[in-house]
C-alpha cells in the first residue's frame, strides 16, 4: 500500500517532465552556463503554468474543456489560436485597405530574421 501512495504522489511529476520534454522544449536544452540552463528551466515551467492557468479560465478553455487534457494537446490548440488571432488581425487590416505589403510591414516589424526587399 505504501508503494502505491508513493507512486500516486511521483505520478504528477512524471507527467510533467514527460510533457516538459515532448511539448514544451525541455529536452532541446544545449546550454553550458548554469544562468542559461536556469532561464531555460524558468520559461519551460512559465509556459506550462500558463498553458494550466489558460486552459481553466482564459479564452482556450472552451476548447480544452471539450476533451484536450494533455500539454501537447493545449500547445496545438494554442498554436491554433495564435494563428486564428493572426488571421483575424490581418482580415481587418484588408478591412481598413492596407496593402499585403504595409501589413506585412507592421507583421514584420522588429524581427530581423524576416528580411524583404521593398
Not at 505504501?2 to 532541446?28: C, M, V
Not at 486552459?55 to 491554433?80: E, F, Y
Request: hydrophobic share 45%; charged share 20%.
Amino acid at each position: 500500500m505504501k508503494i502505491l501512495s508513493i507512486y500516486a504522489q511521483r505520478w504528477p511529476i512524471e507527467t510533467f517532465y514527460r510533457d516538459a520534454k515532448q511539448n514544451l522544449g525541455l529536452e532541446h536544452c544545449e546550454l553550458r552556463l548554469l544562468k542559461g540552463i536556469r532561464r531555460h528551466w524558468d520559461l519551460v515551467f512559465l509556459a506550462y503554468t500558463l498553458l494550466q492557468i489558460e486552459s481553466l479560465s482564459g479564452p482556450l478553455s472552451k476548447w480544452i474543456k471539450s476533451n484536450v487534457v494533455t500539454i501537447g494537446g493545449k500547445c496545438r490548440i494554442a498554436s491554433a489560436e495564435i494563428l486564428r488571432s493572426f488571421i483575424f488581425w490581418a482580415y481587418q487590416q484588408f478591412n481598413q485597405e492596407y496593402d499585403v505589403d504595409h501589413i506585412f510591414k507592421i507583421a514584420a516589424k522588429g524581427n530581423p530574421q524576416l528580411k524583404f526587399g521593398f
